[in-house]
């Protein structure tokens, strides 16, 4: 299972200098590896944005997390295992 990708770099965050540039970047996909569902290890659709992918079409979804190490970082899952997850989370509460 592919970790989740980190969001920001924390020594440039301090600098100031995340913002809407950076997040732009990372959501281009281009040359880089296609996301995978954190769940199930499924590889996204190929798509020029990964803003594609949260679309009616492709219905993937993705949560902002904090990991073990204080990191914000970004989890994918696709439609099926977001279904999962929604449910799970609403039954626990």
């Known amino acids: ?13 301090d600098a100031g ?3 809407s540039d950076a997040e732009a970047q ?10 995978r569902c954190v769940d199930c290890g499924t590889t996204a659709p190929e798509t020029e944005t990964a ?3 949260i ?7 993705l949560m902002k997390v904090v990991d073990a190490s204080g990191q914000q970082v970004v ?6 295992c977001w279904a ?6 609403k039954s626990s509460t």
């Open 75 to 80: 989890e994918w899952r696709c439609a099926k």
């Open 55 to 61: 679309s009616p079409r492709h219905r993937w979804r």
């Open 1 to 13: 299972m592919k970790a989740p990708v980190k969001i920001f770099d924390d020594a440039k965050a």
């Open 51 to 53: 803003y594609t992918l």
């Open 17 to 19: 200098s995340a913002g």
């Open 26 to 35: 990372q959501f281009q996909l281009g040359d880089a590896e296609r996301q």
């Open 84 to 89: 999962r997850h929604r449910a799970k989370t």
